[in-house]
């Protein structure tokens, strides 16, 4: 069974930074998700990735299938970007399940 | 308006009563989830269903069940017998094992 970690579990920034987040896996994998949980609750997928990199806006998402590792970047941070910030790889009895990271609370300050 | 609706969002209930949360989706996808989560906690899969009529446990379904008799729906019943039932509850969808997924806006669950 996939096991996945994430990378810091709270982070607290200043508005303008440079924000990394990071996840890593144990065992191989087709994609990798990273996804958003808003403080109501509501969870916004942000992007799947199998290879490289991806890039929506601020946020842009890279992996490494090698060192099965992944990093979540959002840059010019905002006080809108705070948020649980969750990564998600195929794993368990059947590869329509998915294994979650714990998450990373993420807060920016003005 | 496409998406995934779970009604009610917030819903109380006395203890030992069964209750049933409702799950919708009009994305056409084949595979649909449940999730809890408690607070300050990662999600934990309770049933998933690959295609209608078919359905499998998840890490915690002790306690619950599910029914999956067509496409764009899958509710999912808390039962007297899921012993700390109170937490925030999730369904998600995917069209297929390789794609994104989708998350509903959730249900609160508060067992009195």
């Known amino acids: 069974k996939n096991e996945v970690e994430q990378s810091p579990q709270n982070l607290t920034a200043q508005e303008g930074e440079f924000i990394t987040i990071n996840c890593s896996y144990s065992v191989g994998i087709s994609a990798l998700h990273w996804l958003q949980q808003h403080p109501g609750g509501g969870i916004v997928s942000l992007f799947m990735?199998?290879?490289?990199?991806k890039k929506h806006g601020r946020l842009i998402a890279t992996i490494n299938i090698q060192e099965k590792h992944s990093s979540l970047h959002i840059t010019a941070s905002h006080p809108r970007d705070s948020a649980v910030y969750i990564c998600a790889a195929p794993g368990g009895d059947s590869n329509y399940q998915l294994i979650w990271g714990a998450g990373t609370k993420l807060i920016i300050k003005p | 308006d496409g998406g995934i609706t779970q009604s009610p969002k917030y819903l109380f209930r006395k203890e030992g009563q069964n209750v049933t949360l409702s799950c919708e989706q009009n994305l056409n996808h084949d595979a649909m989830y449940w999730y809890r989560q408690d607070p300050g906690q990662g999600l934990r899969l309770i049933y998933y269903s690959q295609i209608v009529n078919d359905f499998q446990k998840g890490d915690i379904a002790e306690g619950y069940s599910v029914s999956r008799e067509k496409k764009e729906s899958f509710p999912l019943t808390v039962t007297s017998a899921q012993k700390n039932p109170t937490a925030f509850y999730l369904c998600?969808?995917?069209?297929?094992?390789?794609?994104?997924?989708?998350f509903g806006p959730g249900t609160r669950l508060t067992v009195l």
């Open positions: 998600a969808t995917r069209q297929g094992a390789e794609d994104e997924q989708f």
């Open positions: 990735l199998s290879s490289g990199k």
